[in-house]
């Protein structure tokens, strides 16, 4: 079946950094892009960041641009976030997602910055 599982997350200071990663199984990782999404009481659902199959195109909402980079491991079925510089308002809950029809989520990770 197929699964996303998120990790990474957790308590960081304002202008700490933290990684997240999402291990993908029961799709091709390969076939399609990948997207973080969050979603927090105070700021809703947000794309956050995205990329393609072939690496040719990354997405950044102008929220974490130039602080938030995605990324991929391709043999270990994994995609990363690496978030610096974070602010309070990332906190979020954190979720890793296939884009495209069938849309798969995960569980999500917290991310908490105070």
């Known amino acids: 079946h197929v699964q996303l599982v998120e990790s990474g997350g957790g308590l960081e200071q304002p202008g700490g950094s933290l990684r997240l990663s999402c291990v993908v199984s029961?799709?091709?990782?390969?076939?399609?892009?990948m997207s973080w999404i969050r979603q927090a009481p105070g700021k809703g659902l947000e794309r956050v960041s995205g990329?393609?199959?072939?690496?040719?195109?990354?997405y950044y909402s102008d929220s974490v641009k130039g602080r938030f980079t995605i990324s991929r491991d391709i043999a270990k079925n994994t995609l990363f976030l690496q978030m610096n510089s974070l602010k309070t308002d990332d906190t979020a809950m954190y979720y890793c997602?296939?884009?495209?029809?069938?849309?798969?989520w995960g569980r999500g990770t917290q991310v908490t910055v105070s």
């Open positions: 997602a296939k884009d495209r029809v069938p849309l798969y």
């Open positions: 990329d393609s199959a072939g690496g040719d195109y990354t």
């Open positions: 029961g799709f091709d990782f390969s076939a399609g892009g």
